[in-house]
């Protein structure tokens, strides 16, 4: 019995498909037929006690249920988006260009994934949904994103990507689904504009040598504002996104690039391509991908997006005790103002 409940508990609040496929709980009316429906029946005070408080665990608020576990997956998203800016700016030190990291990304995660498509989740790959999901929110990102930093420095990243995605995701949101921002959000919005001016006044620096790949950094967050809002009006579930796009991308992408692209790999250190294979492939293109997916079923991508204004305070503090990057009064007004306006949008 213990091992029954214990199944549905963690399948209830770790599901890795979506959570509206979970829907047996166990009741008094609906488990005549288990031994747990049995124990029930009979009246044993010990598995009465404890099948009553599960159903009451599990019935309660299941929508507060949902939210909270949303909020868990986007925090675990924020860390290693975080982490993402750090090992990009590391890489800008190395032989590894834009095209190398990109190739590094998806040929190691369809390495991982090929076997989950293969014996279990046959993802449709060849539609015109999921081409337009791997060329926007997978290729195009990626190389718009890693190209970026070798213009403008990685700590313009953490601004410019995720710092001004709440509104990138409001408007194309706006255009696409006819969704206007509730009130509240829009408090959230300003708050969070506030925050990343104080960010920007922290890192933004020398924007006249800069500016193109400031440029690239807005285009790559308008491009991933472009896939959250596409991928949930279609309605992918987060293991269809994470297996689909990095085995779409892989398989449209590394013919070019062997064949074609220029590359820097040849001349990078061997711990570099490991690191960055791990993080990029493993990290960023597939648990990531998982949390944030999970995230916006249950959040949206309205409030998803808030979530991720978090970023540039986080992997400012991160650079600051990592790289030794100067830590200035800034960044903290940064922290907590865009820490405030993602818990408005959460409200």
């Not at 337009?132 to 994103?145: K, M, N, P």
């Not at 408090?187 to 001016?197: E, K, P, Q, S």
Request: proline share 5%; with cysteine.
């Amino acid at each position: 019995m213990g091992f029954a409940v214990g199944k549905r508990v963690f399948k209830r609040f770790f599901p890795f498909e979506d959570t509206a496929s979970v829907r047996h709980i166990i009741t008094p009316e609906n488990s005549r037929h288990s031994a747990e429906g049995l124990a029930f029946k009979q009246g044993k005070p010990n598995n009465r006690v404890l099948l009553l408080l599960l159903r009451a665990v599990l019935m309660s608020n299941p929508a507060a249920a949902s939210a909270r576990s949303g909020y868990a997956y986007a925090a675990a998203t924020v860390m290693i988006w975080s982490g993402f800016v750090l090992l990009s700016r590391m890489a800008g030190k190395s032989a590894l260009n834009g095209n190398d990291l990109t190739a590094l990304r998806f040929g190691t995660a369809a390495l991982i994934l090929l076997p989950a498509w293969w014996f279990k989740w046959r993802v449709p790959l060849f539609t015109r949904r999921m081409f337009t999901l791997a060329l926007v929110g997978g290729l195009g990102y990626s190389l718009v994103a890693y190209w970026s930093f070798r213009f403008a420095p990685a700590a313009h990243g953490a601004v410019l990507l995720s710092g001004v995605l709440p509104f990138f995701v409001a408007a194309v949101a706006w255009w696409l689904l006819g969704e206007r921002p509730r009130a509240r959000l829009g408090h959230a919005l300003v708050c969070i504009a506030a925050g990343v001016a104080c960010l920007a006044m922290n890192s933004l620096g020398g924007l006249a040598q800069s500016w193109p790949g400031d440029l690239l950094l807005l285009c790559a967050s308008l491009l991933w504002a472009f896939y959250t809002v596409r991928v949930r009006q279609w309605g992918y579930r987060p293991v269809e996104t994470t297996i689909g796009v990095a085995l779409l991308a892989a398989l449209v992408y590394l013919p070019v690039y062997v064949l074609v692209l220029p590359k820097g790999i040849a001349a990078a250190p061997a711990t570099a391509i490991v690191a960055q294979s791990l993080f990029q492939g493993v990290f960023v293109a597939i648990i990531a991908m998982v949390t944030y997916m999970q995230a916006l079923a249950r959040l949206g991508p309205l409030q998803v997006s808030t979530a991720m204004a978090t970023v540039p305070a986080v992997a400012g503090i991160g650079a600051t005790l990592v790289l030794g990057e100067p830590f200035s009064l800034w960044l903290v007004g940064g922290l907590i103002l865009t820490s405030i306006g993602a818990w408005l949008g959460t409200r």
